[in-house]
């Protein structure tokens, strides 16, 4: 399975960006579905976004027209640009890489990533 390393998460006011990434060991290239999932204290790991090998994109309703999603393939890379940040989105964020769509909960997983959204 391809090791996945997320970083570009911290601390952030509300109405404010952060993009985080996720770096692969191997090559995402063949991977059919990167995604970018939360869990908040107390709450279920749930999808946030995905993207596919062809370059569709599903989004959870309540971060529509804020994240977007995007792979490199050329890095082995996924971003997670993440605006007008809210203190719901205050969570650990962790990387996907699975063969399912959009949701793989059985695939390799990163060790997250602390979002914090407060003033």
């Known amino acids: 399975q391809v090791q996945l390393v997320e970083s570009g998460g911290g601390l952030v006011q509300p109405g404010g960006s952060l993009r985080l990434s996720c770096a692969a060991s191997g090559s995402i290239f063949s991977i059919d579905t990167m995604g970018w999932y939360r869990q908040a204290p107390g709450e279920l790991r749930v999808l946030v976004a995905a993207?596919?090998?062809?370059?569709?994109?599903w989004y959870r309703d309540s971060v529509k027209g804020r994240f977007t999603i995007s792979r490199d393939n050329g890095k082995n890379t996924v971003y997670l640009q993440m605006n007008s940040l809210k203190p719901e989105d205050t969570a650990v964020y962790y990387c996907n890489a699975g063969n399912s769509w959009p949701t793989n909960y059985s695939g390799s997983w990163g060790q997250g990533t602390q979002v914090t959204v407060s003033s």
């Open positions: 993207i596919g090998i062809g370059g569709n994109t």
